[in-house]
């Protein structure tokens, strides 16, 4: 039987939707672009559609990425 208190842990530990973010309009992080780079090449995508992304958008980038490529499995 769970408590109020571990329905609060399991809530803080959820994923936000990237588009609630506070930072999802800022620039994407090195690291996603790298990955995103690595993700279009091995998808045959465009690399025009990985740059200039916000955080938010790299990380819906990404998941759309890892899908098509297997490596979101």
Do not use: C, F
């Not at 208190?5 to 996603?32: F, L, R, Y």
Request: no cysteine; hydrophobic share 25%.
């Amino acid at each position: 039987m769970s408590t109020p208190a571990d329905q609060n842990n399991t809530d803080s530990n959820a994923q936000k939707d990237p588009e609630n973010w506070v930072t999802g309009d800022e620039k994407m992080t090195g690291a996603q672009q790298s990955y995103l780079h690595t993700l279009a090449q091995e998808a045959d995508a465009d690399p025009s559609e990985v740059e200039g992304l916000t955080k938010a958008e790299a990380s819906e980038k990404i998941e759309e990425l890892q899908d098509k490529t297997g490596r979101g499995q």
